[in-house]
């Protein structure tokens, strides 16, 4: 089992950054990529971006990739999502999800879900 709390989020002005961080515990001695989504009003669930365990393989959406980064600190059970030149759109309640052997797009891929932190991006 994984339990994933999500923070960070709040309100911000448009060209703005925002540093998320997904705080895991539980079963962290096994190895577990991360993934972060993120679900605006009246839409569906988004991929963000990926990292697996030890940091060497990300994946990113086309939307964000150059803006966002995914980073890892393992001896923290941390893991971060940068995120600059925010834009309007970024508004949406992001959320870390794990497993334990998935590495993919999908929110059914991932066991383990955050109750998610809330990004305000105003223009």
């Known amino acids: 089992q994984l339990y994933l709390v999500e923070s960070g989020g709040g309100l911000v002005q448009a060209g703005g950054s925002l540093r998320l961080s997904c705080a895991a515990s539980?079963?962290?001695?096994?190895?577990?990529?991360v993934g972060w989504f993120r679900q605006a009003p009246a839409k569906e669930r988004e991929f963000v971006g990926i990292i697996s365990w030890s940091g060497g393989r990300l994946d990113y959406a086309d939307s964000v990739k150059g803006l966002f980064t995914i980073s890892r600190d393992n001896a923290k059970h941390t893991i971060y999502l940068q995120m600059n030149s925010l834009k309007p759109d970024d508004t949406a309640l992001y959320y870390c999800?794990?497993?334990?052997?998935?590495?993919?797009?999908?929110?059914?891929?991932?066991?383990?879900w955050g109750q998610g932190t809330p990004v305000t991006v105003s223009s």
């Open positions: 999800a794990a497993d334990f052997s998935r590495f993919g797009r999908t929110a059914a891929e991932y066991r383990y």
């Open positions: 539980g079963r962290t001695f096994s190895p577990y990529n």
